[in-house]
């Protein structure tokens, strides 16, 4: 099913991709930069580094051992609605077939829009920070930037879909820290 305007064919998300990505095309090229970027992007693929902060704050503290399992179920399911389900609505190409040749990434089989990663991020972010307390917030919020940031980086994403992601990500970590107070 295709949506009789995407969003992305908007003249304002057209230019806000272009704008952004001259931006982040200032920054590309810094070795370091280039790096972490890359590092975070493959960091990202499965939400791996979400299921490793998990794991580790479980294995760190024993009050923390079934907020690991849980975390990493919640984590399965926002991929599952984020890429089974609203990736289907919108079928959005991405920027490029794999990405930047300059940064080898994994090549993804699901449409662009919303970045998988950008949502997997502030979900985890967000789940994480109300399990945490404000004080981890900068932490867990600075590390879903730069995952999310880093799938535009890498030309995988345009940059709406990591906002998009974000956005996704924000609601669903709130639907899912509610459905987890309603049933706790």
Same mark, same amino acid.
């Given at each position: 099913?295709?949506?009789?305007?995407?969003?992305?064919?908007?003249?304002?998300?057209?230019?806000?991709?272009?704008?952004?990505?001259?931006?982040?095309?200032?920054?590309?090229?810094? /070795?370091?930069?280039?790096?972490?970027?890359?590092?975070?992007?493959?960091?990202?693929?499965?939400?791996?580094?979400?299921?490793?902060?998990?794991?580790?704050?479980?294995?760190?503290?024993?009050?923390?051992?079934?907020?690991?399992?849980?975390?990493?179920?919640?984590?399965?399911?926002?991929?599952?609605?984020?890429?089974? *389900?609203?990736?289907?609505?919108?079928?959005?190409?991405? /920027?490029?077939?794999? *990405?930047?040749?300059?940064?080898?990434?994994?090549?993804?089989?699901?449409?662009?829009? /919303?970045?998988?990663?950008?949502?997997?991020?502030?979900?985890?972010?967000?789940?994480?920070?109300?399990?945490?307390?404000?004080?981890?917030? /900068?932490?867990?919020?600075?590390?879903?930037?730069?995952? *999310?940031?880093?799938?535009?980086?890498?030309?995988?994403?345009?940059?709406?879909?990591?906002?998009?992601?974000?956005?996704?990500?924000?609601?669903?970590?709130?639907?899912?820290?509610?459905?987890?107070?309603?049933?706790?």
């Amino acid at each position: 099913m295709k949506l009789p305007l995407q969003v992305h064919e908007l003249a304002a998300v057209q230019s806000f991709d272009a704008w952004a990505d001259a931006q982040l095309e200032r920054l590309r090229g810094h /070795p370091v930069l280039d790096k972490v970027m890359v590092a975070a992007s493959e960091l990202g693929d499965f939400s791996l580094i979400w299921h490793l902060v998990g794991a580790t704050r479980g294995l760190t503290s024993e009050s923390h051992a079934n907020q690991a399992f849980v975390f990493s179920a919640l984590m399965g399911v926002e991929s599952l609605v984020v890429n089974q *389900g609203i990736k289907r609505l919108f079928r959005r190409t991405r /920027p490029t077939e794999a *990405g930047d040749p300059r940064y080898p990434v994994r090549k993804p089989s699901t449409s662009a829009f /919303p970045s998988g990663h950008a949502s997997a991020a502030f979900f985890g972010a967000t789940v994480l920070t109300a399990w945490s307390g404000l004080a981890a917030a /900068p932490v867990w919020f600075t590390l879903a930037g730069v995952v *999310g940031t880093s799938r535009a980086f890498v030309r995988i994403h345009h940059p709406s879909d990591v906002v998009g992601g974000a956005v996704v990500g924000l609601a669903l970590g709130q639907g899912a820290l509610a459905v987890l107070r309603a049933v706790g």
